[in-house]
């Protein structure tokens, strides 16, 4: 085993190793490239170094020349990503992990960078600098054929990922920024879509990143497009169920009719927002009852079959649904499993309607109701699941609240889920006065992480709001607006 060591700049001694026990005639490279196993990969190891390791793994079979570097060198790893790319080789930060790696890629030659590597013997000093060393290694070898044009590689802070970054960029990548949400930024959603495989590289990336990726890729998008709900838009609806016109603006006209009067609501808001203004129809499935019915849960359950027709229209007409659940003595999660197939729509979110949620022994209208944050969590866990497994756009979660006793233990509200936008929305009605009173006192020790939606009744409100002051006095602008 021939063994060269030079000095590079009095920076880093520069190693190269000869591995191979019968080294070929000619320069012919035996390196091999592959595409990502999966058309979403994660390294998300929180050890740079194992980061490195996995960028190997996903992008090389094989490798003639492997360059190392040390984990704890920024200033070496930087001079063997240079090195690393030049070559079209792997880079890998020293460590006994690292030497099974360098073994699975069965190397000609090892050039390392400020350490030594595993066999170093014989050292014999005969260049001068990193430049001197890679010029040497491409006189000896085939540069061999990086990857075909189609995997997007994304990193989240490249001065971590030095090393799994040159390994990327030696296999023919070339990454761009991973922001905080993919879903977020119309450039990044516009190169997820059409990319063949996409690469997602940083400390701590998770699930929860692929996830994202994974709801940009499906290509379901929300109404007005975009897969991130909150923030960057504004929803307004009608509220109501069809049909019924006691119960809500929504109920008072057919669907055609509804959906043209959601636009113009919308639209006079549009006016006045910076952001995009979605249609939204909120849909009662499941009305409180004032008889205890069949189930004896005090709460009247819509079909599918019913409620189909409007969640088709407004889809094909561009208008976003939220299912709203009153579900008296039955719990929330036992009702919104009902909607499964509806809620697997991305154009499909959720409401609790906690004035309605009642004990075993109370009666609408005798008591108002209220909902514990555990019962609420579980639905938010749900809900999730089903918005990830379907790799479906975020889903606005709304819970309605117009007293501090409505959700016991609001503060802690689980609002880590990325699959969900939760909504706290204050529907008190009555005079302006009341109403921006309960408005902020409901602000009050609010979970971070969660948006506001507010509520106009146009004929229990003294007096309504109309568009433009409801833009102007409600602080912040509510990210839901509805009409009762």
């Known amino acids: 085993m021939a063994l060269v060591a030079v000095a590079a700049a009095a920076a880093a001694t520069v190693v190269v190793v000869n591995r191979?026990?019968?080294p070929p005639a000619d320069r012919s490279s035996a390196t091999t490239m592959h595409a990502p196993a999966d058309e979403v990969s994660v390294i998300g190891d929180r050890d740079p170094?194992?980061?490195?390791?996995?960028?190997?793994?996903?992008?090389f079979g094989r490798a003639d020349v492997i360059v190392v570097a040390p984990a704890d060198d920024p200033a070496a790893q930087q001079l063997?990503?240079?090195?690393?790319?030049?070559?079209?080789?792997?880079?890998?930060?020293?460590?006994?992990?690292?030497?099974?790696?360098?073994?699975?890629?069965?190397?000609r030659d090892v050039l390392a960078i400020g350490t030594d590597v595993a066999d170093a013997t014989g050292v014999d000093a005969v260049e001068a600098d990193?430049?001197?060393?890679?010029?040497?290694?491409?006189?000896?070898?085939?540069?061999?054929?990086?990857?075909?044009?189609?995997?997007?590689?994304m990193a989240s802070d490249d001065a971590a990922d030095i090393a799994a970054l040159a390994t990327a960029r030696a296999a023919g990548a070339k990454p761009m920024p991973l922001g905080k949400d993919v879903r977020a930024d119309a450039t990044t959603t516009d190169a997820v879509s059409a990319a063949g495989s996409v690469v997602a590289i940083g400390a701590g990336l998770d699930d929860d990143t692929a996830y994202t990726i994974e709801a940009v890729r499906s290509g379901g998008k929300l109404p007005g497009g975009g897969y991130l709900a909150l923030p960057g838009r504004h929803f307004v609806a009608l509220y109501g169920y069809p049909g019924a016109p006691g119960l809500g603006v929504l109920g008072?006209?057919?669907?055609?009719?509804?959906?043209?009067?959601?636009?113009?609501?919308?639209?006079?808001?549009?006016?006045?927002?910076?952001?995009?203004?979605?249609?939204?129809?909120?849909?009662?499935?499941?009305?409180?009852?004032?008889?205890a019915g069949r189930d004896g849960d005090y709460s009247s359950e819509a079909s599918i079959d019913e409620l189909r027709p409007w969640v088709d229209a407004a889809r094909k007409a561009g208008i976003y649904v939220v299912l709203d659940l009153q579900p008296g003595r039955t719990d929330f999660l036992t009702q919104a499993k009902l909607y499964e197939p509806l809620l697997r729509e991305p154009h499909v979110g959720l409401a609790l309607d906690p004035e309605w949620r009642l004990k075993s022994n109370q009666k609408h209208l005798v008591q108002i109701g209220s909902v514990g944050i555990d019962e609420v969590n579980r639905v938010a866990d749900w809900l999730a699941a089903l918005t990830r497994e379907d790799a479906l756009p975020q889903k606005v979660f709304?819970?309605?609240?117009?007293?501090?006793?409505?959700?016991?233990?609001?503060?802690?509200?689980?609002?880590?889920?990325?699959?969900?936008a939760p909504v706290f929305h204050v529907d008190g009605q009555g005079?302006?006065?009341?109403?921006?009173?309960t408005w902020a006192v409901l602000h009050r020790g609010a979970p971070a992480g969660s948006w506001w939606g507010w509520k106009n009744f146009y004929d229990e409100d003294k007096p309504m709001l109309s568009v433009q002051e409801t833009w102007d006095q409600v602080e912040p602008h509510p990210a839901f607006v509805s009409y009762q």
């Open 20 to 22: 191979a026990e019968d």
């Open 49 to 59: 170094a194992a980061r490195a390791i996995a960028a190997s793994k996903t992008f």
């Open 80 to 107: 063997a990503a240079d090195a690393a790319e030049q070559l079209r080789a792997p880079l890998l930060l020293d460590g006994d992990a690292s030497a099974a790696e360098l073994d699975r890629l069965k190397p």
């Open 130 to 153: 990193v430049t001197k060393a890679v010029t040497r290694l491409l006189d000896d070898h085939e540069l061999p054929s990086q990857l075909p044009v189609g995997t997007l590689v």
């Open 252 to 291: 008072e006209t057919g669907v055609d009719k509804a959906i043209a009067r959601a636009k113009r609501t919308a639209n006079a808001y549009q006016r006045l927002s910076d952001d995009p203004v979605v249609p939204t129809f909120e849909i009662i499935a499941t009305v409180a009852s004032s008889s």
């Open 398 to 420: 709304v819970l309605h609240q117009f007293s501090t006793s409505m959700i016991r233990g609001r503060e802690r509200l689980d609002t880590s889920h990325p699959e969900l």
């Open 431 to 437: 005079s302006q006065p009341a109403k921006q009173g």
